[in-house]
């Protein structure tokens, strides 16, 4: 049997800050209405001409120095982002040439904050059925560039940012189960409702922002992510306590809560980054596990559970050994 593992993670977070102070300055809001609402302080934003492919450099050379592997090795990339630098190429083809390699599967994948979860599903099946050893699987946005920063309603909550893993092929879990979902039903709720082949006239003027109804995603939010830990840890036949670490997606510390809650886990074994990151979308589950590992916080064999909800809607969660 093989099964893929995780042998090295990266985040890299870009260099300018945004904090709630200066978001009282552009919008009518407090510090305090989000920091209770959203257990956000803080959030870091691209600078202007920094890509999402740029992004992702930083995160995956962290994680192929962990790994300890040479790029050659690669023989699969897949970038998950709702942010991609262009139509096309894929961010995921920008980066291999990044990169220095040549001829391996790259291509992105878009599930919006689900998006990680989905790309490290993928990459596990490419593992286990031989199609690739050793794959690079990137979460990575620009969300700054798709945010009206005068609707308070949005501006308040997203954030820049890129993680990354290294997954390799090994006789021993690794990852134990990928569990990934989708309802489209739930499109109007939370959609940036113009692409290319929709309003491309209204795209090139700029008038591309993220529409949320957050009340409505946020009750969903909470269920949906409440089934998703019974659907995993019933895949397992697994007791709620021998999960290790939660590591959800960093939308808001009460969704969070509620799936601790659930889980009957206290606060200190799940991973929360929202507060210094903000929602950083396909990037909020891989940059929370690299900075819990180079915290030192996870140890080798202990169980993770990782999980988001995103538009679309799409949903989903990964078991893993660590
Ligand atoms: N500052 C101050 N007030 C704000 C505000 C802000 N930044 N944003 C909204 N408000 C106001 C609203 O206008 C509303 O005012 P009203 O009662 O006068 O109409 C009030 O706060 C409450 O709004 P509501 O939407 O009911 O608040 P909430 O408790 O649901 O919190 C969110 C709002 C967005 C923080 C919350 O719904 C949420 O996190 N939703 C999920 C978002 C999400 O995770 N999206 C991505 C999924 S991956």
Redesign the pocket.
């Known amino acids: 049997m093989k099964y893929s593992r995780i042998v090295g993670t990266g985040g890299y977070l870009p260099e300018k800050i945004l904090t709630n102070a200066d978001l009282e300055k552009m919008?009518?809001?407090?510090d305090r209405?989000?920091r209770e609402?959203?257990g956000i302080y803080k959030r870091h934003l691209a600078a202007e001409g920094q890509t999402t492919c740029d992004l992702s450099e930083q995160a995956v050379k962290l994680a192929i120095e962990m790994a300890g592997i040479e790029t050659n090795q690669i023989d699969l990339i897949i970038v998950a982002t709702t942010t991609p630098d262009r139509v096309f190429p894929s961010t995921a083809c920008l980066l291999q040439q990044r990169l220095g390699i040549h001829g391996c599967a790259a291509f992105d994948i878009q599930a919006?904050?689900t998006g990680f979860i989905y790309a490290l599903g993928v990459a596990d099946q490419f593992i286990r059925s031989g199609m690739a050893m050793t794959a690079l699987v990137i979460g990575a946005e620009t969300l700054s560039r798709i945010i009206d920063w005068t609707d308070?309603?949005t501006c308040?909550?997203f954030g820049d940012g890129a993680g990354a893993v290294v997954l390799k092929a090994d006789q021993v879990p690794g990852i134990l189960s990928s569990h990934l979902h989708a309802d489209g039903e739930y499109e109007q709720l939370?959609t940036v409702p113009v692409g290319v082949s929709q309003g491309y006239d209204k795209m090139q003027q700029g008038e591309t922002y993220i529409q949320?109804k957050?009340?409505e995603?946020?009750k969903i939010?909470v269920n949906t992510l409440g089934q998703i830990v019974d659907e995993t840890l019933n895949a397992h036949q697994m007791d709620k306590s021998e999960v290790d670490w939660l590591i959800p997606?960093q939308?808001?510390i009460?969704?969070i809560q509620a799936t601790a809650k659930k889980l009957k886990m206290t606060m200190d074994k799940v991973v929360v980054t929202v507060g210094e990151h903000g929602?950083t979308?396909a990037a909020s589950v891989p940059l929370a596990l690299d900075v819990a590992v180079r915290q030192g916080k996870i140890q080798r064999g202990e169980v993770l559970l990782m999980e988001?909800?995103?538009?679309g809607f799409t949903w989903g969660s990964v078991l893993a050994k660590y």
């Open positions: 919008v009518n809001t407090t209405w989000i609402r959203t919006v904050c308070r309603n308040v909550l939370l949320m957050g009340h995603v946020f939010a997606h939308a808001n009460r969704i929602n979308s988001a909800f995103g538009g």
